[in-house]
C-alpha cells in the first residue's frame, strides 16, 4: 500500500527536485501541497509549485497557499540561493490553475485529521505552517502518523550563519514549538545533506534524456551550482529536500539516532541553532530520530533514476 504523503514546501530548487520525486514514487502518493514563505514569497512559490505539478503532468494535486511570514522573526527570502523566482535559471509558464482557498495550515489539519488513511507529513521548509497548525488543532500531534522534516544542522556548521540551518533559522520559534510538541519526527539536518553531492556528472546523465523535465533540472540546478561554486566553494549542489522525501520510502539511505534537540530562539548569534543533547545532560526523553549517517549513493542513484523514468514516462506520452 502506498503511504500518503502531505508536503509542506517552498519551491525552491531543492524543494522542486523533492515535488518531483514524490511525483516519480511509486511507493507514495502525494495527497497535496502547502506552500510557506522561504525560498521566496508565498505567492512567489505557490506559483512554482503549481508550474512544477503542471511541468509534470499532475496539476490535479491540489496546492494550499500558507503563511506568508515567521510567527516572530522578520521575513527571509533567499534569492542569492534559488534566484528571485525561486527556480534559478528555470523559466516554467504561468500555471494555469490556481491555489485552493483553504489556508495551507488548515489543509494540515483537515489532511491529517479527516484521512481514513493514515498520513505523513514531510516539512520541507520554515515551520510556520506546521507549528499554526499544531496550535489551532493539537490534536494532529497524536493523529499524524509520521513527520519528516529538512532542517537544522547537529554537529555541522550552519548554512545561513555559521550556527543555523536555513530552515531553522527562518522561523526558529515554529521550529521551537514543532520539536516541543511530541510528534513523531524524523530529522534531516545538514550532517546528512552536505554529504550527497548532486555532480555535473549526475546532471549530464539527465540530460542523454531531451524531456521537459531534464531541461528543467539543468537550469534550475545551473544556478544552485553556481551559489554552492560562489559561497561555499563546492562542485556540485547540496540537494537536501528530495534526501527528506526519499527517507519516506528508502529509510536504510540513512542511519537514525533517537535524539532530544532542541532549538536556538534566544536573541544571540545561535539563533536557530539545532543542538542534540547526545550525553544526556537534561534528562530528557529524545524527541525525534535524527539522521546522521547516510549511504550518498544509494540516495543519488535513487533520485538519478527515477528523474530519468519521470523525464522518459512523460516524453512517451
Ligand atoms: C533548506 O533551505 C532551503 O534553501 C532549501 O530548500 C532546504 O529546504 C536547506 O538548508
Ligand atoms: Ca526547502
Given at each position: 500500500m502506498p503511504k500518503h504523503i502531505i508536503l509542506d514546501t517552498d519551491p525552491g530548487i531543492d524543494d522542486s527536485l523533492a515535488i518531483l520525486l514524490a511525483l516519480a514514487?511509486?511507493?507514495?502518493?502525494?495527497d497535496g501541497i502547502s506552500t510557506i514563505h522561504g525560498n521566496a514569497s508565498t505567492a512567489q512559490v505557490t506559483r512554482n509549485a503549481l508550474a512544477i505539478l503542471e511541468l509534470a503532468k499532475a496539476g490535479n494535486i491540489p496546492v494550499y497557499a500558507g503563511c506568508e511570514l515567521p510567527l516572530v522573526q522578520p521575513s527571509l527570502l533567499s534569492p542569492e540561493t534559488h534566484g528571485d523566482s525561486g527556480l534559478g535559471y528555470a523559466k516554467l509558464s504561468e500555471p494555469l490553475g490556481r491555489p485552493q482557498l483553504k489556508h495551507g495550515s488548515d489543509f494540515l489539519i483537515e489532511r491529517i485529521m479527516s484521512s481514513a488513511e493514515e498520513v505523513t507529513l514531510v516539512a520541507i521548509g520554515p515551520l510556520t505552517n506546521v507549528a499554526m497548525a499544531i496550535r489551532k488543532e493539537p490534536r494532529i500531534v497524536e493523529k499524524v502518523k509520521e513527520v519528516f522534516i529538512m532542517g537544522g544542522a547537529i554537529r555541522h556548521q550552519g548554512?545561513?550563519?555559521?550556527?543555523?540551518e536555513y530552515n531553522t533559522f527562518v522561523d526558529p520559534h515554529a521550529a521551537h514549538i514543532v520539536f516541543h510538541s511530541g510528534m513523531p519526527m524524523i530529522l534531516t539536518p545538514l550532517d546528512v545533506t552536505y554529504q550527497c553531492i548532486f555532480l555535473k556528472e549526475d546532471l549530464d546523465r539527465l540530460l542523454k534524456i531531451d524531456s521537459p523535465i531534464t531541461k528543467f533540472i539543468a537550469d534550475a540546478t545551473r544556478f544552485y551550482m553556481e551559489f554552492h561554486d560562489e559561497y561555499?566553494?563546492?562542485d556540485g549542489c547540496v540537494i537536501n529536500d528530495p534526501m527528506t522525501l526519499a527517507l519516506t520510502f528508502m529509510p536504510e539511505i540513512c542511519d537514525y539516532e533517537s535524539l532530544y534537540v532542541d532549538v536556538d530562539i534566544s536573541?544571540?548569534?545561535?539563533?536557530g541553532n539545532t543542538f542534540a543533547d547526545f550525553y544526556n545532560y537534561e534528562k530528557k526523553k529524545p524527541n525525534m530520530k535524527v539522521a546522521?549517517?547516510?549511504r550518498p549513493r544509494m540516495f543519488m542513484e535513487l533520485f538519478l533514476e527515477r528523474m530519468e523514468k519521470l523525464a522518459e514516462s512523460l516524453s512517451a506520452r
Open positions: 514514487s511509486p511507493e507514495i502518493v502525494l548554512n545561513t550563519t555559521p550556527l543555523a561555499q566553494k563546492i536573541t544571540g548569534v545561535g539563533l546522521l549517517g547516510v
